[in-house]
């Protein structure tokens, strides 16, 4: 017997659930093929097929297959007491035909041939029919009668299983037979005729009050429990005793199940079997199903109520579960979980879907969306925008109801519509929002709301999103309307910010609306790409910052203007990179007065930046700046300036630059200057700067020179550019690189570089002291090789040397090469530049 048993067990395991799942659903399309076609048509024939060998392979290891027809599923006790997973609703919509045919249990034996199976399905569509017809009472139950003339010995109906019943269940079932007579108005296998509401009423009162009695009866006798049970008869009818009996006979006890449990299932049943028939019939409305479930809920409270001496609370523990909102809503749920299909669609097309429990609608729109196929995902969609515009209801329970279960299908949108959420949506929402009067939805409204913007965010719909907000900042400015100004801030919340900043840079076009969006809070975008400008590789967003500012235009750039008169450096340096980019007659325009008030560096980077190849437009214009303010420049930054004013050919700086030549500037004296302004006089061949020239190269104050050798050789080579002397063919060769220069340096070269054929040692002082090697070197500046690493604008100061000579330099590093660094010399002594220019002209090619 053991041994028995062990095997049974052991075979329970080979057999999974999803292989009887299988069998079940192919049993059901052999019903369905029976019901619409011909008996030996086709279809008919390969379900049959089908259908045979998946049951006869479960069937054969299990040493047969029992089966429990309950509401809403089938139960496989061999393979546990919970439902079988169906999660495409397919065996409920099988234990529905069963149960309408008056199939509460199937019992497979270990052996049974196709032929029985096909007749178990024929009877079972004329049970169907039967089903229609008012019930006849007979000596033998139905079932097993037609089974029986038909030869089928291998498959069970409705057949009593050897189960454990509790005691006091047995004696409770043996009273009612007692009271109530030993037949029925119906036999077992009958289905069951659905009661009037107030036949119901009666059994669920005769069953509240039979709870009491039966809680008691585990600390009293069986007489005493007896009597007790017979005493709460005696006040019902013998019909209702009896409707509670014919119910018991449908939904029996399982396998030692215990009175509480098995009394709260009952009564579950008894009214999900009410519910569903008047449902179906359209007796009753969507909307007041819950109105009818709390009604009957509330008889089984009030009849459950019981203060006898055994008693530890008020109510029987029936009258208690019923009492507590969560389980009345989990049944709720329940009862819309297992509605059919068809019945469901239909509440969910119309008007009345917000009485759906969000569960419930979500487990229908996860099971169309996941369809794959376009028509059960565009029910979906059909679906979701109905329900969304049960919004305007003016019911406030509705409202709130809704607007609650969006939040909780957000997810389903999502899958829905991958691409772009409709403007309907949205739009529905923002308008309930506006009208709201209670705050609770209100707030479900806003949350909702909140997610769409995320959604329309992170999936790059900025159209969506844009018409979100607009939608927001329509409403009226007022202390009522308080709470959509506070979402529209919230939408545009820090996270969402950064990625919408984040789109508008990106290596893509630019689309139109992310402009729209962002000039909606200049300041905070001012912010943000001035953080960004501070990482390392932020020089290649530059051009992406430039051309989001430009598209924006004049709101963020005044602003960005306003900037550069500020205290912050780390906001006026990025003020200047981007006025630089995207607009830099503005900066130009802004430089006389900010520019005496910047430090030396600030005053570099604006220099640099107005001097990038890129800006070759403007270089008259900022040459013509340049000269306005160059008194007002530090002395490091005012070379580069004057050299920019040499290159754009600026001749209404001539006068000025001859002063500074002559040294007679009442500021601008030193030599490093002097030379620049010679250099820029050469440069613009400037005929009426000859005769200063020639006196700064020869001038004598008794047998030596008047100027240092530096300045005089300059001079030199300025005259020979404006004579166009023999001699000027290597002074050209030094500046000629000014015409070569292009967009991937920060400043343009003005002076050609010289290879050197063995490296020059330098010695780096400064924060990044260190050892470094010259590769390339010209009257401006060099490439230097440094296992330092240096920054773009870093000031240092350089000794290099050539031979036992030492030259001197201050330098700022221009750019960074995957090798080294560029470095422009921004000052240096006379007798320096002098080595210098001898140095370049040794190694120039003439």
Request: overall charge neutral; aromatic content about 4%; hydrophobic content about 45%.
């Given at each position: 017997?053991?041994?028995?048993?062990?095997?049974?067990?052991?075979?329970s395991?080979?057999?999974?659930?999803?292989?009887?799942?299988?069998?079940?659903?192919?049993?059901?399309?052999?019903?369905?093929?029976?019901?619409?076609?011909?008996?030996?048509?086709?279809r008919?024939?390969?379900?049959?097929?089908?259908?045979?060998?998946?049951?006869?392979?479960?069937?054969a290891p299990l040493?047969?297959?029992?089966?429990?027809?309950?509401?809403?599923?089938?139960?496989?006790?061999?393979?546990?007491?919970?439902?079988?997973?169906?999660?495409?609703?397919?065996?409920?919509?099988?234990?529905?035909?069963?149960?309408?045919?008056?199939?509460?249990?199937?019992?497979?034996?270990?052996?049974?041939?196709?032929?029985?199976?096909?007749?178990?399905?024929?009877?079972?569509?004329a049970?169907?029919?039967?089903?229609?017809?008012?019930?006849?009472?007979?000596?033998?139950?139905?079932?097993?009668?037609?089974?029986l003339?038909?030869?089928?010995?291998?498959?069970?109906?409705?057949?009593?299983?050897?189960?454990?019943?509790d005691?006091?269940?047995?004696?409770?079932?043996?009273?009612?037979?007692?009271?109530?007579?030993?037949s029925?108005?119906?036999?077992?296998?009958?289905?069951?005729?659905?009661?009037?509401?107030?036949?119901?009423?009666?059994?669920?009162?005769?069953?509240?009050?039979?709870?009491?009695?039966?809680?008691?009866?585990?600390?009293?006798?069986?007489?005493?429990?007896?009597?007790?049970i017979?005493?709460?008869?005696?006040?019902?009818?013998?019909?209702?005793?009896?409707?509670?009996?014919?119910?018991?006979?449908?939904?029996?006890?399982?396998?030692?199940?215990?009175?509480?449990?098995?009394?709260?299932?009952?009564?579950?049943?008894?009214?999900?079997?009410?519910?569903s028939a008047?449902?179906?019939?359209?007796?009753?409305?969507?909307?007041?199903?819950?109105?009818?479930?709390?009604?009957?809920?509330?008889?089984?409270?009030?009849?459950?109520?019981?203060?006898g001496?055994?008693?530890?609370?008020?109510?029987?523990?029936?009258?208690?579960a019923?009492?507590?909102?969560?389980?009345?809503?989990?049944?709720?749920?329940?009862?819309?979980?297992?509605?059919?299909?068809?019945?469901?669609?239909?509440?969910?097309?119309?008007?009345?879907?917000?009485?759906?429990?969000?569960?419930a609608?979500?487990?229908?729109?996860?099971?169309?969306?996941?369809?794959?196929?376009?028509?059960?995902?565009?029910?979906?969609?059909?679906?979701?925008?109905?329900?969304?515009?049960?919004?305007?209801i003016?019911?406030?329970?509705?409202?709130?109801?809704?607007?609650?279960?969006?939040?909780?299908?957000?997810?389903?949108?999502?899958?829905?519509?991958?691409?772009?959420?409709?403007?309907?949506?949205?739009?529905?929402?923002?308008?309930?929002?506006?009208?709201?009067?209670?705050?609770?939805?209100?707030?479900?409204?806003?949350?909702?709301?909140?997610?769409?913007?995320?959604?329309a965010?992170?999936?790059?719909?900025?159209?969506?999103?844009?018409?979100?907000?607009?939608?927001?900042?329509?409403?009226?400015?007022?202390?009522?309307?308080?709470?959509?100004?506070?979402?529209?801030q919230?939408?545009?919340?820090?996270?969402?910010?950064?990625?919408?900043?984040d789109?508008?840079?990106?290596?893509r076009?630019?689309?139109?609306?992310?402009?729209?969006?962002?000039?909606?809070?200049?300041?905070?975008?001012?912010?943000?790409?001035?953080?960004?400008?501070?990482?390392?590789?932020?020089a290649?967003?530059?051009?992406?910052m430039?051309?989001?500012?430009?598209?924006?235009?004049?709101?963020?750039?005044?602003?960005l203007?306003?900037r550069?008169?500020?205290?912050?450096?780390?906001?006026?340096?990025?003020?200047?990179?981007?006025?630089?980019?995207?607009?830099?007659?503005?900066?130009?325009?802004?430089?006389?007065?900010?520019l005496?008030?910047?430090?030396?560096?600030?005053q570099?980077?604006?220099?640099?930046?107005?001097?990038?190849?890129?800006?070759?437009?403007?270089?008259?214009?900022?040459?013509?700046?340049?000269?306005?303010?160059?008194?007002d420049?530090?002395?490091?930054?005012?070379?580069?300036?004057?050299?920019?004013?040499?290159?754009?050919q600026?001749?209404?700086?001539?006068?000025?630059?001859?002063?500074i030549?002559?040294?007679?500037?009442?500021?601008?004296?030193?030599?490093f200057?002097?030379?620049?302004?010679?250099?820029?006089?050469?440069?613009?061949?400037?005929?009426?700067?000859?005769?200063?020239?020639?006196?700064?190269?020869?001038?004598?104050?008794?047998?030596?020179?008047?100027?240092p050798?530096?300045?005089?050789?300059?001079?030199?080579?300025?005259?020979?550019l404006?004579?166009?002397?023999p001699?000027?063919?290597?002074?050209?060769?030094?500046?000629?690189?000014?015409?070569?220069?292009?967009a991937?340096?920060?400043?343009?070269?003005?002076?050609?570089?010289?290879?050197?054929?063995?490296?020059?040692?330098?010695?780096?002082?400064?924060?990044?002291a260190?050892?470094?090697?010259?590769?390339?070197?010209?009257?401006?500046?060099?490439?230097?090789e440094?296992?330092?690493k240096?920054?773009?604008?870093?000031?240092?100061?350089?000794?290099?040397?050539?031979?036992?000579?030492?030259?001197?330099?201050?330098?700022?590093?221009?750019?960074?090469?995957?090798e080294?660094?560029?470095?422009?010399?921004?000052?240096?002594?006379?007798?320096?530049?002098?080595?210098?220019?001898?140095?370049?002209?040794?190694?120039?090619?003439?």
């Open positions: 017997m053991n041994g028995a048993v062990r095997q049974g067990q052991q075979a395991l080979d057999v999974k659930a999803s292989d009887v799942n299988r069998a079940l659903r192919e049993l059901h399309v052999l019903l369905r093929a029976q019901r619409l076609y011909e008996k030996n048509h086709p008919v024939l390969e379900s049959l097929e089908a259908s045979y060998e998946l049951l006869r392979g479960i069937a040493n047969g297959l029992e089966l429990r027809v309950e509401r809403g599923g089938v139960v496989a006790p061999k393979l546990g007491e919970a439902h079988l997973t169906d999660a495409r609703g397919e065996l409920q919509a099988l234990a529905a035909d069963l149960q309408r045919s008056g199939i509460h249990s199937l019992i497979f034996g270990r052996k049974f041939h196709v032929g029985e199976l096909d007749t178990l399905s024929q009877l079972a569509k049970a169907l029919l039967r089903s229609e017809e008012p019930a006849k009472h007979g000596s033998m139950p139905w079932w097993p009668a037609r089974l003339e038909s030869g089928v010995e291998g498959i069970q109906v409705n057949a009593s299983t050897d189960r454990k019943v005691t006091v269940l047995a004696s409770l079932m043996a009273a009612l037979v007692a009271y109530g007579g030993n029925p108005p119906e036999s077992s296998d009958t289905p069951i005729q659905v009661p009037e509401i107030d036949d119901l009423v009666a059994a669920l009162r005769l069953l509240a009050r039979l709870t009491p009695p039966l809680e008691v009866a585990r600390g009293i006798s069986p007489e005493e429990a007896a009597r007790a017979h005493g709460a008869m005696e006040e019902a009818t013998r019909e209702t005793v009896r409707m509670l009996l014919s119910a018991m006979a449908v939904y029996a006890p399982r396998d030692s199940e215990r009175p509480q449990p098995y009394l709260l299932r009952l009564s579950e049943s008894l009214i999900f079997e009410f519910l008047e449902f179906s019939a359209g007796t009753l409305t969507p909307i007041k199903v819950r109105p009818t479930f709390n009604r009957l809920g509330d008889v089984l409270v009030t009849a459950g109520g019981y203060s001496p055994h008693a530890s609370q008020h109510l029987s523990s029936l009258a208690t019923w009492a507590m909102e969560t389980v009345r809503e989990q049944l709720l749920e329940k009862f819309w979980l297992e509605l059919a299909p068809r019945e469901k669609s239909q509440v969910l097309r119309g008007p009345e879907v917000w009485t759906v429990p969000v569960i609608l979500r487990q229908t729109l996860g099971q169309l969306a996941e369809a794959g196929a376009d028509a059960p995902r565009r029910e979906a969609r059909n679906i979701l925008l109905n329900y969304a515009r049960r919004l305007e003016t019911d406030p329970a509705a409202r709130r109801a809704v607007a609650a279960g969006l939040n909780e299908v957000t997810a389903i949108i999502e899958s829905l519509w991958p691409n772009q959420v409709p403007e309907d949506l949205s739009r529905g929402a923002m308008n309930a929002l506006e009208k709201e009067t209670i705050p609770e939805t209100g707030a479900l409204l806003a949350a909702f709301l909140e997610t769409l913007g995320r959604i965010v992170s999936r790059a719909d900025y159209a969506g999103f844009e018409n979100i907000l607009t939608g927001l900042e329509r409403a009226p400015r007022d202390v009522e309307h308080d709470h959509l100004a506070a979402l529209t919230r939408l545009v919340a820090q996270d969402r910010w950064l990625m919408l900043v789109a508008a840079l990106a290596n076009a630019l689309d139109p609306v992310l402009p729209r969006l962002l000039q909606r809070d200049p300041e905070r975008l001012l912010d943000r790409l001035t953080l960004l400008l501070t990482e390392p590789r932020s290649e967003q530059i051009p992406a430039a051309r989001l500012l430009r598209t924006i235009g004049v709101p963020v750039l005044n602003l203007e306003t550069l008169y500020e205290a912050r450096r780390q906001r006026v340096s990025a003020a200047i990179k981007l006025l630089a980019a995207a607009d830099t007659d503005r900066l130009l325009r802004g430089l006389p007065r900010a005496a008030s910047w430090e030396w560096n600030l570099d980077l604006a220099v640099s930046e107005i001097a990038r190849p890129a800006n070759a437009a403007s270089a008259r214009s900022a040459a013509f700046v340049f000269s306005a303010i160059l008194a420049a530090h002395p490091l930054v005012v070379p580069m300036m004057i050299d920019q004013i040499g290159l754009a600026e001749t209404t700086a001539v006068a000025q630059l001859m002063e030549a002559a040294g007679e500037h009442e500021i601008l004296r030193d030599l200057v002097r030379i620049k302004a010679i250099e820029a006089l050469g440069r613009m061949h400037a005929d009426e700067a000859g005769e200063l020239l020639r006196q700064l190269a020869e001038g004598r104050e008794g047998l030596a020179y008047a100027e050798s530096g300045l005089r050789a300059a001079a030199e080579d300025a005259l020979a404006l004579e166009n002397r001699s000027s063919a290597r002074v050209r060769a030094a500046f000629e690189a000014a015409a070569q220069s292009h991937g340096y920060i400043v343009p070269r003005r002076y050609v570089r010289v290879p050197l054929e063995s490296p020059l040692r330098a010695q780096i002082d400064g924060a990044q260190g050892l470094a090697r010259v590769k390339t070197i010209s009257l401006g500046g060099a490439y230097l440094s296992p330092k240096l920054s773009v604008g870093d000031s240092i100061q350089l000794e290099v040397r050539s031979g036992l000579r030492k030259i001197h330099f201050t330098a700022v590093v221009r750019n960074i090469g995957p080294g660094s560029g470095v422009e010399f921004v000052h240096m002594k006379d007798e320096d530049r002098e080595k210098l220019r001898r140095l370049v002209q040794r190694h120039l090619p003439v």
